[in-house]
């Protein structure tokens, strides 16, 4: 056998899958095959059921063996979905692997086309296309690329220090990247988790202790990814450290010197508390923070502001001199391997939605506010007031704040109603308040969630359906007066009414943040259409993304709650560690390479590759592709005044007779 | 010297000449020329389009036909209902091939013809975005202070096209009504139905929906109500005893907001047309009298 | 005047990354367009060479589609950029063939933009219909499908053991 695996003649065996349905449903498979059949060099051509199947792999694997086949294509689903699949099968078979094409006649022809007869001539000419081109295929080897096994964890909520924990405990080092000055993110600003109505501090502040303490895991809060570079298992990311203007390593966290500070006061709003406490400029953002470290808020700071402060902070912390003004950012660069992004989701904002009065009446809050409200360690004690300081004696949920609307997000935010109904259930145990769910429908699917419905049903909380057309103030009523009017058609009964209350809680659903693009552009990954980063699968697939070595987790591929975060916070970290504990990657070999002889020199190649792969020689005066960084886009091979540059797996003539081939049929 | 075409519309030669008698004003006074269509006709209104579309687009068009002809510019058009119906029957010439051949084979009988491309807009948008708020604070003799205004948009000029203002929450007459000196109430029931034509065919309804205006800015303090519609001022204006003997009495008066803009330029209270109201406004304080 | 069942045939090339998994999401959401595409794999849309394209339309294609990611967002940073250079450049040259515009065609479809796919496949055939057969046989005198190798096709070696 010869590099073209050929001993003279090609054969090619030709499958085409009706899969089950699918395919069948829209193209003549069998007359398909009939027509692949009559074409030169093919020795086989069948139609079948499932060729993803075993046995419709073992059908490729005994056609190679008895026909002596040299050559396979299969006409099916994706190649983005079952390559991989077919390759290993004809592999398996004693085959290269690559010498195998694949069709897409599912995806691109029967599930988008309505006329059985136009379907299947383009099935057929797409078959012959790829028949034709196969022939060109050459045996190519895998190049395997070793896998640097650091990981870089980016988000330091729940879900980057799970995955942080679970890769450190398997030995790997991280580097945790928050851009927050203490990890922790939204789950630190919950009362207690549902359905258990756990503490959520008590189950996250262990988690977030471990990472602290965990000797594989490096921590770096304030700080944020600039530049990431290179390629799976070898990547360098550059991450600017933003100043605290306090030593980490020396601050030990008493907080002496923000008693001291000059602000005798609190003055300033609370980022934890959003908006509802104050805070000086020097301060600690919450009491469980990790790091536990002071920051100083430089936009606020006396010193930095005027240059004339007493800095009694500086005093108070005589002893261990943690307080350093002069701290600049700092840039930093590692190498990792893996990266898993995990920057979690925002809050819609309610102003969007002014028939509701958010920022208008100051008794209509967020869910995320009234979560301060009733934490005990929250602006208020844990007690639930209205703004005046008294207790509300009725309380309504708004639902699907912000979601399931054509006019701001379509999707449905999916931990709300769980939310809301938990929230509802806390301001019952904290106050005698009548309280009242507005609701579209009620989605509680997970684990106990269904139960958690039932018991705030026999809480007496009340649940009316229906959107909530507004709220307003103007009273219709004497027991209107003086409090927010809700005006809502309840669906259920059939009229429109008119509950006055004390309070009302707006669930606001679940966005991509708000650099969400940036952000993706940074790791090389796609968004979806709704802004949330791109999966490589929404079924099979659901952490890594189409960029090998980058995988995400948690809410930044989707509204989910904790549990499920976890779980894919787990799910990223599994994948890595396969990848790291493998040792290497097998890289497709699509590469450009420099036939030497016919290069003339002419250095036109050289600027066009982003990656820097190609070098010119001065001795040989040629140019040469360094294969391990050649990502294999192409760009230089169609550039080539010579054609000198080629590319495997996407030669010329391979391409050509594509082109060849669409066009023989009508 | 700006220049619109000018569609007062049945309302404001009739039941609402107080609009039409203070908006010509306060457009002098501010140097627009307004150039009032010749040989108008009436807009179809609301009632037109549900007994026979296409001769009600027909009715819209011809009107939209004359403005092309004259040649002065933007249509302007003080009625809300006018306002709405003229827009959306451009609208819908647009969208509709079959109403377009009706409406140019109509045309030509009458030797007109229509393009499509003047703009229909409303007195506030005009005043506000093309005039600007400095030039009409320029002209204010006689500033309202103290005077306490609900600013009320009512539905047409919002529903179902909001093209100069928020659908929801529109600002512009706030910001004029500010402009030439009135304290402004916040009223969440500007842009609610004052009970359109259902005042007449169905008063336990169309009535009930009046009162709550009333009602609501009187609990607010209001002296008076503003109004940029003539059927909105009508309803506000001339119930109140019925109004009175359902439910209570709540004699807030309802003016036009040019009315307003005319005592602010000093201009006398008859001419702007104020004598004509059921309930009376109140003199304004002295201290503010022209000198 | 063509065959009254004559239906455009357009030669698309998609770039792996953002086009091709557009095509793939129309498909997967069951979105339906006209049927005359006929589309090959690519792993950037800056592995276009313009011989492609004419290759394509000389071998009988009424019309060629090129798919590449949005600037900014190339797969391999910046590969799209360079199929925009040689796009303009190329359309230039057509122009002079007496090429009418909508022929040939680049758009940027990302991954997300399934509805897109489906949207301009269906405007280029509508775009391409009344423009009637390329017949690039006939424009050029030259037989049709003889041009259609840039290069002359290596036949696989032949080689013995």
């Known amino acids: 056998m010869n590099s ?19 395919i069948e449903g829209m193209v003549d498979c069998a007359a398909v095959a009939r027509d692949i059949a009559k074409l030169p060099g093919v020795a086989v051509s069948r139609d079948y059921k499932y060729m993803c199947s075993e046995p419709g792999q073992e059908l490729i694997q005994t056609d190679i063996r008895e026909h002596a086949l040299n050559r396979v294509v299969v006409a099916s689903c994706s190649p983005l979905l079952h390559e991989h699949t077919f390759r290993n099968a004809v592999e398996a078979g004693g085959l290269n692997r690559f010498f195998f094409q694949m069709v897409n006649i599912r995806e691109h022809d029967s599930w988008v086309h309505t006329d059985r007869a136009a379907a299947t001539a383009k099935a057929i000419a797409l078959a012959r296309a790829a028949v034709r081109r196969v022939r060109f295929h050459r ?210 904002d309610a102003k969007r939605i002014p028939q509701y009065g958010y920022g208008r009446y100051p008794n209509v809050v967020t869910s995320i506010e009234l979560e301060r409200l009733v934490t005990s360690s929250g602006p208020t004690g844990g007690e639930v007031l209205l703004r005046d300081g008294t207790h509300p004696k009725s309380v309504a949920f708004i ?83 003086g409090k927010l009017v809700i005006r809502a058609e309840d669906t259920l009964a059939g009229v429109v009414r008119r509950i006055p209350v004390d309070m009302i809680v707006l669930a606001v659903g679940m966005e991509p943040q708000a650099d969400a693009q940036d952000v993706r552009r940074l790791f090389n990954m796609s968004c979806g259409t709704e802004g949330w980063f791109l999966e490589k699968h929404p079924k099979l697939a659901p952490v890594s993304t189409f960029t090998d070595g980058v995988f995400i987790a948690g809410c930044c591929q989707g509204p989910k709650d904790i549990p499920d975060s976890i779980a894919q916070a787990g799910a990223a970290a599994a994948e890595a560690m396969a990848l790291i504990d493998r040792g290497y990657i097998e890289q497709e070999p699509n590469t450009a390479y420099i036939d030497q002889a016919d290069c003339s020199g002419c250095k036109s190649c050289l600027p066009l590759c982003p990656y820097t792969a190609i070098a010119f020689d001065e001795a040989t005066k040629k140019a040469a592709i360094n294969a391990t960084l050649c990502k294999g886009c192409g760009t230089c091979v169609a550039a080539c005044p010579s054609g000198s540059i080629r590319q495997h797996l996407f030669e010329d003539e391979e391409i050509f007779s594509e082109i060849e081939g669409v066009l023989t049929h009508a | 010297m700006k220049k619109y075409a000018y569609f007062p519309g049945c309302s404001l030669k009739g039941l609402g000449r107080g609009y039409e008698e203070s908006l010509l004003p306060v457009m002098e006074r501010l140097g627009v020329e307004m150039v009032e269509l010749d040989d108008w006709n009436c807009c ?228 702007l047309g104020l004598n004509r109201n059921f309930v009376r406004m109140k003199p304004l304080p002295a201290a503010h009298a022209p000198a | 005047m063509h065959d009254a069942n004559w239906e455009p045939r357009i030669v698309a090339f998609f770039c792996n990354w953002c086009t091709y998994t557009a095509a793939d999401l129309a498909g997967v959401s069951r979105l339906k ?110 037989e049709e499908g003889a041009a259609a190798h840039a290069a002359p096709a290596p036949q696989p070696e032949a080689v013995h053991a």
């Open chain 1, 399 to 481: 639902l699907c704040v912000g979601s399931r609307d054509f006019k701001t997000n379509r999707w449905c935010s999916r931990t709300c109603c769980m939310h809301s109904m938990k929230l509802a259930q806390l301001v019952r145990e904290h106050t005698d308040a009548e309280v009242t769910v507005f609701y579209l429908d009620i989605r509680a699917p997970g684990k106990g969630c269904e139960e958690f419905y039932d018991k705030s049903l026999k809480d007496g909380i009340r649940f009316v359906r229906g959107r909530v057309a507004e709220v307003t103030d103007w009273a219709l009523r004497e027991e209107e007066e």
């Open chain 1, 4 to 22: 073209n695996g050929t001993n003279g003649d090609i054969r090619i065996g030709f499958y085409i899958c009706h899969c089950g349905h699918n």
């Open chain 2, 44 to 271: 179809g209104a609301t009632a037109y389009m549900s007994i026979d579309e296409k001769q009600a687009c027909v009715l819209a068009a011809r009107n939209l036909a004359l403005a092309e002809k004259t040649g002065a510019g933007d249509l302007v058009t003080p009625c809300s209902a006018c306002y709405l119906v003229l827009n959306k029957m451009k609208h819908y010439i647009k969208e509709s091939e079959e109403m377009r051949t009706t409406v140019r084979r109509s045309l030509d009988g009458a030797g007109l013809s229509y393009s499509g491309n003047t703009p229909v807009r409303h007195p506030l948008d005009i005043l506000v975005n093309d005039i600007g708020l400095d030039v009409i604070k320029e002209k204010v003799v006689r500033p309202l202070t103290g005077l306490k205004v609900v600013p009320y948009y009512g539905c047409q000029v919002v529903r179902p096209y909001s093209t100069f203002d928020d659908a929801w929450n529109p600002t512009t007459m706030d910001r004029l009504l500010a402009t030439i000196g009135a304290e402004v109430v916040p009223y969440p029931l500007k842009t609610k139905c004052c009970g359109a034509s259902l005042t007449g065919t169905l008063p336990k309804v169309g009535l009930r929906l009046t009162y709550i205006l009333l009602r609501e800015a009187a609990r607010r303090g209001a002296d008076v109500i503003s109004t940029i519609c003539p059927l909105c001022q009508f309803n506000l204006d001339a119930y109140h005893d019925q109004v009175a003997r359902r439910w209570g009495p709540v004699p807030v008066p309802t003016v036009y907001f040019t009315q307003l803009m005319g005592l602010a330029f000093g201009l006398p209270a008859k001419q």
């Open chain 1, 139 to 348: 045996a190519l080897e895998t190049t395997r690329v070793p896998i640097h096994p650091d990981v870089l964890v980016v988000g330091g909520g729940i879900t980057g220090i799970h995955a942080a924990l679970t890769l450190a405990n398997g030995g790997k080092k991280v580097f945790l990247v928050e851009r927050e000055p203490s990890i922790g993110g939204h789950m630190a600003k919950f009362d207690k988790t549902f359905p258990t109505l756990d503490c959520a501090a008590c189950i996250l502040t262990p988690k977030m202790s471990a990472v602290r303490a965990h000797e594989n895991i490096n921590l770096w809060t304030n700080s944020e990814v600039v530049k990431v570079e290179g390629y799976v298992g070898n990547y360098t990311v550059t991450v600017k450290r933003r100043p605290r203007y306090v030593n980490e390593e020396l601050c030990v966290g008493c907080q002496e010197c923000i008693a001291a500070c000059v602000f005798k006061e609190p003055k300033f709003p609370d980022e934890f508390n959003v908006g509802l406490g104050k805070r000086k400029p020097i301060y600690i953002p919450f009491p469980q923070a990790v790091p536990q470290v002071v920051l100083i808020d430089r936009e606020r700071c006396l010193h930095f502001k005027t240059g004339k402060c007493k800095k009694t902070c500086v005093e108070a912390c005589a002893d261990r001199h943690a307080i350093d003004f002069t701290q600049k950012e700092e840039l930093v660069q590692v190498r990792v391997g893996n990266i898993i992004v995990a920057t979690g989701f925002k809050l819609f």
């Open chain 3, 33 to 142: 367009y006209a049927p005359n595409v006929r589309i090959v794999r690519l792993m950037c849309s800056g592995r276009v060479d313009p011989q492609f394209i004419l290759a394509a339309l000389a071998g009988g294609a009424d019309g060629v589609l090129i798919g590449g990611c949005h600037p900014g967002d190339c797969h391999y940073a910046e590969g799209n950029m360079k199929t925009l250079r040689r796009f303009q450049m190329l359309r230039r040259v057509l122009a002079g063939f007496g090429l009418e515009e909508p022929r040939v065609r680049l758009e940027w479809i990302s991954a997300a933009e399934g509805e897109k796919v489906r949207y301009v496949i269906n405007e280029m055939v509508e775009q391409l219909r009344p423009l009637g057969p390329l017949a690039w046989g006939q424009r050029f005198g030259v």
